[in-house]
């Protein structure tokens, strides 16, 4: 994973973000699992989703989901996400 997704001081904590995860059994998991390891991206707290979700930064199994996250964001012209997603599906 790379340091600039990493908070500095983020060793230790809980979550302090609601993830919005529905119970891991639910079919749609891992597409609300990805896009909240991609959000919490975005402002420095991949750490903590991990911790959240269970998954971790580049999980191939999450890769369909965060392909479309990706052109969601090109169409949304969101270059953050773009950015970040890119990054997760190297």
Known sequence: M????????A?????????????KADPDYDR?????????ARVGETELA????????GEPGLKPYVEVI???????????LEQVARRFLR
Do not use: C, I, Q
């Not at 790379?2 to 001081?9: I, T, Y």
């Not at 609300?32 to 919490?40: D, K, M, N």
């Not at 990706?70 to 953050?80: K, M, N, P, S």
């Open 2 to 9: 790379s340091m600039a997704f990493l908070r500095d001081d």
């Open 50 to 57: 991990e911790r959240a979700t269970g998954s971790y930064w």
């Open 11 to 23: 060793e230790g904590e809980k979550p302090r973000r609601n993830y919005g995860l529905p119970d």
């Open 70 to 80: 990706l052109h969601e964001a090109e169409l949304a012209g969101d270059d953050r």
């Open 32 to 40: 609300v699992a990805a896009r909240a390891l991609l959000e919490a």
